[in-house]
């Protein structure tokens, strides 16, 4: 059985040899009962069958909301407090059908069981619909299995709340609860897979590559890459990114690469069945599953990416040779910036743009995000002002940290993007903004290792190997350049060396000369992923703390705190003098006055959102300022700015009423309004300027 969370997820919740068959028509396809999951999983595509379903053990239930939209949210919402507060384990995962319809999974006992019916009862009269719409289930298709419509719905939370809710399941065995796949199990699949290849192959024959997709002609064509062939010759594994280093993960790199390279189904599978025996024995076990669920969505995605960016077809196996020359060139002028770095803070630097570039060259542009939480997932460093400060040096001297692209009012939207400036003489490459700021694809590998293993590996890497004295030169470990290595330095780079060694990133010949290599122990591997779901936890809660800022302790604090400060500061201006107060206000009206429309806007938008967090009511104050002018200090006020602003250039005057217009919409502020100015004799209409004039609001620094 595939060895992963959803299906040690679901060997725990559903009875063994109870897996039956759905059509399209969500009907029981009939005469079929399978034994296991696996089994069950590959009827999938075959004879008009869509999906499968299974019977829960006796001590689970899943609760099956069949509401579109807001009503199937909320209601899905209420029965996973209702298990929370009855401290029962549960997951959630959309049922596929429409947005809002759900399954919860709960775990129950003989007290609890009865409990939750009545619940549900109480709901279905609450929100008056049937027992269709709202209804206890002991039978429902397995996590793993794909919706009747194809669809393939996930976990709500993503993989941080499935890898939880797989620790927490009573019913995990305890050697799965990381559902990692031990070495031995391995070796066991493999022997299994090897044994059964002749008779898959002779079983399916040509017949079943008739459902295999056929990929389209790549541009500019490839091979298959050397760490790849390795891998399927030797079973060597390669240096990956992501979080995942599951043989599942390197199966399906693998059989992408294959597809990249232009392999057909036929030529595919047979380097599949001819592999190592440590390599591909999934794929192995069952060659219609391969087939369907492998290979065809590798032909699938790799076919729509490319059809919406020829130019990714280059960065879908490495980044084109100009950028892999541009980024070495900036590794090597990396090394020569490290020698102006503190020399206790160079590994810092090392690693953060060494990071940096590894994403460049995995993206295959000069441009992408650096949000500074995924650098702690990158690079293992948790103090994040650490990171800051690096980014802040090779800004200008690496590349061009871009920082307007990093919208407070929606940080998950967007981020710092860093490009990297080509060497004098390179061709210059035409960059644009990345696409997305989501995660980018990271490795682990470095997170266990010390923090100047790094700086060796790639120097080597660089530079060839070398004897442990030149190299740590060549690293930049000692603090003056051109200094030699002392004890304490040699000392440093042999532990970094050994390191490498132990995670099989580096060898040592007889005569003392080390090399750097590309494969990673299983060992190593083990223990990176380990601890980049350690971090990956720990960036999710600081995440979701973020995020979650205006509820909960932390935020009621904050915004006690912040109306603390400005009664303070509201009691030290009441203490003032008029006369103080008057000059002070004139003062920074004319120095507001004197700033670009841009700054004004921005200056007033972060005044009125500093209000906002101290718990004043925008709109409210705003009306309370402009009640405190009397009818003859407003038509002079008005007069005034009216002909301040009928001097202005057109443009300049389109420019101003249209930051008012959004500075009004952002806070709800309300239109300008001329009903409490009554001039005391009849005279001529106001003019399209003051119509349009937006003055009020500028008559006091506290409207800024």
Known sequence: MTQGPLNHLDEALFEPGSWRALDASNVAVPGLLAGSLDAALGWVGTRAIATVFGRLRSDFRVVDVDLSGNRGDAVTDLVADWAVKHSRWHLVRPSGGAAGRHHIFIHVDVATLPALREYVAQLRKSFRVNT????????????????????????????????????????????????????????????????????????????????????????????????????????????????????????LIATKKMVVAGYTPAQAWNAVSAAHPSAMPKACLNQKRWVNNVWNHCVEDLTTFFAEDPTAARSADQASPEVLAIVDAARRRLHVLL??????????????????????????????????????????????????????????????????????????????????????????????????????????????????????????????????????????????????????????????????????????????????????????????????????????????????????????QRRRALAKDHARYQAWWDTLPAEERQERQEHHARAFQRLPLTTQEALKAQFATRRTAAGINEPARYARWREAFSPDDVILRTTERAAAFAALPGPLQQATIASWERHRARFGLPAPSRSRIQPPEPGPQPTFVQQALPVPELLATTGV
């Open 132 to 251: 269709s719409s709202i209804d206890v289930r002991t039978a429902v298709r397995p996590l793993s299995a794909p919706h009747r419509t194809g669809a393939t719905t996930t976990v709500l939370g993503g993989a941080r709340v499935l890898r939880e809710a797989l620790r927490s399941c009573p019913d995990v065995p305890a050697a799965k609860r990381t559902g990692r796949r031990s070495h031995g199990d391995i070796a066991r699949v493999s022997q299994r897979s090897r044994s059964s290849v002749s008779q898959t192959a002779a079983r399916d024959g040509s017949g079943s590559w008739l459902r295999a997709a056929l990929p389209s002609p790549v541009p500019g064509g490839r091979t298959l890459p050397d760490v790849w062939d390795e891998y399927l010759t030797h079973g060597t594994r390669p240096v990956i990114g992501g979080m995942d280093h599951s043989g599942s993960t390197f199966e």
């Open 339 to 556: 020698w102006e770095y503190p020399v206790r803070r160079r590994d810092t630097l090392a690693t953060v743009a060494h990071a940096v570039l590894d994403r460049i060259e995995r993206t295959g542009v000069l441009r992408v995000p650096v949000p500074e939480r995924n650098l702690v997932l990158d690079t293992g460093i948790a103090f994040r002002p650490a990171i800051r400060a690096a980014l802040r040096f090779i800004d200008g001297k690496l590349g061009t940290l871009h920082r307007d692209t990093l919208n407070p009012a929606s940080p998950e939207t967007g981020s710092f993007e860093f490009e990297l400036i080509p060497a004098q003489g390179t061709a210059v490459l035409e960059s644009s903004p990345p696409r997305s700021h989501a995660p980018l694809p990271r490795s682990s590998t470095w997170l266990p290792l010390p923090p100047t293993a790094r700086r060796f590996w790639q120097t080597l890497r660089q530079n060839g190997p070398s004897a442990i004295a030149p190299l740590c030169r060549s690293a930049a470990l000692p603090e003056l350049l051109n200094t030699p290595a002392g004890p304490s330095t040699l000392r440093t780079g042999r532990s970094s060396l050994t390191a490498l060694a132990a995670a099989g990133l580096a060898l040592c010949d007889s005569d003392g000369i080390w090399t750097a290599t590309s494969t990673v122990a299983p060992e190593h591997a083990t223990a990176a992923a380990e601890e980049a779901d350690r971090l990956e936890e720990q960036i999710d809660a600081e995440r979701q703390a973020y995020r979650q800022r205006q509820s909960g302790t932390w935020a009621a």
